[in-house]
């Protein structure tokens, strides 16, 4: 009898500073052309590049 396959969880740990577009386009090399499915992600910054992150990522652009 064989042991089933253990689950993994992928967790993406990113530095930021003021191009949160690094983020992104990892995201999209480990999902898209990897074919890695990310679970979770934690990006460290500083309270500048949190607040650049928040703005580009989070709010809608125009």
Same mark, same amino acid.
């Given at each position: 009898?064989?042991?089933?396959?253990?689950?993994?969880?992928?967790?993406? #740990?990113?530095?930021?500073?003021?191009?949160?577009?690094?983020?992104?386009?990892?995201?999209?090399? /480990?999902?898209? =052309?990897?074919?890695?499915?990310?679970?979770? #992600?934690?990006?460290?910054?500083?309270?500048?590049?949190?607040?650049?992150?928040?703005?580009?990522? /989070?709010?809608? =652009?125009?």
């Amino acid at each position: 009898m064989s042991k089933p396959a253990p689950e993994y969880r992928h967790l993406l #740990v990113a530095l930021l500073g003021r191009t949160p577009q690094v983020l992104t386009e990892t995201l999209y090399t /480990l999902c898209v =052309q990897k074919g890695i499915p990310i679970s979770e #992600v934690s990006a460290i910054s500083t309270q500048e590049g949190r607040e650049v992150a928040l703005d580009i990522l /989070l709010e809608p =652009q125009d």
